[in-house]
């Protein structure tokens, strides 16, 4: 079935560091992908999607490109902040299961000054 | 939009009450619905989807009988925990999609049960 694996934190940033958050797939149809951000006490917010293959979802100076040869779909941002702190949760959906969507398990990011 | 509005956001309650949880989809028709669970610093894992007018359609391990879901119409879906036990507290994100590829979070409820 379709899945998600996404790099285990927590991970610690000091500010203006570059992030990498890790995020392979698997699917049996052609998902779209995001990038979801829960700030403490709050619910998901949609940070970045992409929905076909080589497509680059950006926002908030976040990045991520759909890899299909990879299957992969890596969260960057090149100076993080301290607001940014959060846990991040890779997510695919498909309309061949429904639109129903497949989480990773999150990985949350602390940035300190 | 693909605005969608939960509704508590927090909530306590005795063990053995009821507790009611709606989802709303503010700017669009929400054909599916579905109801995740998170438990602490996990994953958020899908309990329930329902589509508007019929039965709701439970994962593996989800009891239906604790867990109510109504979707009666195209914009308001409503889960709830009944009996509730302190094991039921967590946080609740429900999710509606409509046409186009609309797809909505609500701010998620936290529930706690004592």
């Known amino acids: 079935g379709d899945s998600v694996t996404q790099m285990e934190g927590p991970v610690t940033l000091s500010e203006e560091a570059f992030l990498t958050i890790n995020c392979t797939y698997t699917a049996t149809g052609y998902p779209s992908l995001f990038w979801y951000v829960q700030y403490p006490g709050e619910g998901l917010q949609l940070l970045l999607k992409?929905?076909?293959?080589?497509d680059k979802g950006s926002n908030k100076g976040f990045e991520a490109t759909y890899r299909k040869e990879t299957t992969s779909f890596h969260l960057e941002k090149g100076s993080v902040q301290v607001s940014d702190s959060a846990v991040y949760f890779c997510?695919?959906?498909?309309?061949?299961?429904?639109?129903?969507?497949?989480f990773g398990t999150g990985t949350s990011l602390t940035v300190i000054p | 939009g693909a605005v969608v509005s939960q509704h508590p956001s927090r909530v306590i309650c005795k063990s053995g009450t009821s507790v009611k949880i709606e989802c709303r989809s503010l700017d669009f028709q929400a054909t599916t619905m579905f109801w995740y669970r998170q438990f602490p610093k996990q994953s958020l894992m899908l309990m329930a989807t329902?589509?508007?007018?019929?039965?709701?359609?439970?994962e593996q391990g989800v009891e239906k009988d604790k867990f109510l879901i109504n979707h009666a119409s195209l914009t308001l879906s409503t889960l709830t925990v009944t009996s509730a036990h302190p094991e039921d507290s967590s946080f609740y994100i429900c999710s509606a999609t409509g046409g186009s590829g609309l797809v909505g979070f609500g701010a998620g409820t936290r529930l706690s049960v004592l």
């Open positions: 992409a929905t076909k293959a080589d």
């Open positions: 997510a695919l959906s498909a309309a061949n299961t429904g639109n129903q969507f497949y």
């Open positions: 329902s589509n508007e007018g019929s039965k709701a359609t439970y």
